[in-house]
C-alpha cells in the first residue's frame, strides 16, 4: 500500500498510541505526522513506517487543498481530525 499525503494514519506504538494523524510528507523509511495541535506542520512529527497503520481516509477539504496546490493550514488539519473522530 502507497503511502498518500493527506490521508489519515493511527499510531501503533509510543506514548502516542492510538493517535490520529495527517500525513504530510514520507520518505524512504519514515513518515511525517502532523494533528494540527501539538505536531504542526511546522514541527512534524517523524515516525516509522512500520509504526503506523494507515486508515486510507483523506478529508475532502484536505484532498481539495492538495489537489489545487492551496496551503495546508493547521486548523484544516484539526477541523479535519474532529469531524473523523465524530463520525467514527
Same mark, same amino acid.
Given at each position: 500500500?502507497?503511502i498518500?499525503?493527506g490521508t489519515?494514519? %493511527?499510531? =501503533?506504538?509510543g506514548?502516542?498510541?492510538?493517535q490520529?494523524?495527517?500525513i /504530510?510528507d514520507?520518505?524512504? @523509511?519514515?513518515?511525517?505526522l502532523?494533528?494540527?495541535r501539538?505536531k504542526t506542520i511546522?514541527k512534524?512529527k517523524?515516525k %516509522?513506517? =512500520?509504526?503506523?497503520q494507515?486508515?486510507g481516509?483523506?478529508d475532502?477539504? /484536505?484532498?481539495?487543498?492538495l @489537489?489545487?496546490?492551496?496551503?495546508?493550514k493547521?486548523?484544516d488539519?484539526?477541523?479535519?481530525?474532529?469531524?473523523?473522530k465524530?463520525?467514527n
Open positions: 500500500m502507497d498518500n499525503i489519515f494514519a %493511527k499510531s =501503533k506504538a506514548h502516542d498510541a492510538d490520529i494523524y495527517v /504530510i514520507c520518505d524512504k @523509511e519514515y513518515v511525517y502532523a494533528d494540527g501539538l511546522e512534524p517523524k %516509522k513506517i =512500520k509504526h503506523i494507515r486508515i481516509y483523506m475532502p477539504v /484536505i484532498g481539495e487543498k @489537489e489545487q496546490n492551496n496551503l495546508l493547521n486548523e488539519i484539526k477541523k479535519a481530525i474532529k469531524d473523523y465524530a463520525g
